[in-house]
């Protein structure tokens, strides 16, 4: 979904498809606006995505589990772009230090209420039929010989 669709949704639906809050997102636009203007102030060629539409894409992938590729053919870039563009919002995030949860001793020494989601995402083995010697033989064909 392009971001010009999903900024009409309402505030509920826009967190169901991107995981934040709207204003969440305009935070993180914000951040990433400056880290675009300091990347691009010796100059550079401009990206041919949008802004906003490279936050979406990297939260579409941290939500959705997609591979670059689908994101990729969703937006209409190479699989490369996607990489560098989704891997780029996560440094720019991360360096920005506006999203970084507090310690343990902060939390704990805190009157405040945090609403925490926590995603089990072990992996488990898939249920397969055991292998046994009568598939591995081809059967007879009977009243031929």
């Known amino acids: ?66 591979t670059y590729f689908h994101i990729g053919q969703s937006y209409g870039i190479e699989e ?17 230090g506006a999203f970084r949860l507090p310690g343990k001793k902060a939390l704990l020494a805190s009157d405040v209420n945090y609403e925490v989601v926590l995603v089990d995402a072990t992996e488990t083995p898939v249920e397969r039929p055991k292998k046994s010697k009568h598939a591995a033989i081809p059967a007879r064909r009977s009243g031929t010989r």
């Open 80 to 96: 490369s772009v996607c990489y560098r563009n989704i891997r780029w919002i996560e440094d720019a995030l991360i360096v920005s």
């Open 1 to 66: 979904m392009r971001y010009r669709t999903a900024r009409t949704l309402p505030d509920d639906e826009f967190r169901r498809l991107t995981g934040v809050k709207r204003p969440t997102f305009e935070l993180m636009l914000k951040v990433l606006r400056k880290a675009q203007r300091e990347k691009h102030s010796k100059g550079g060629r401009p990206n041919s995505v949008a802004l906003a539409e490279r936050l979406l894409m990297a939260l579409t992938y941290w939500r959705e589990y997609r």
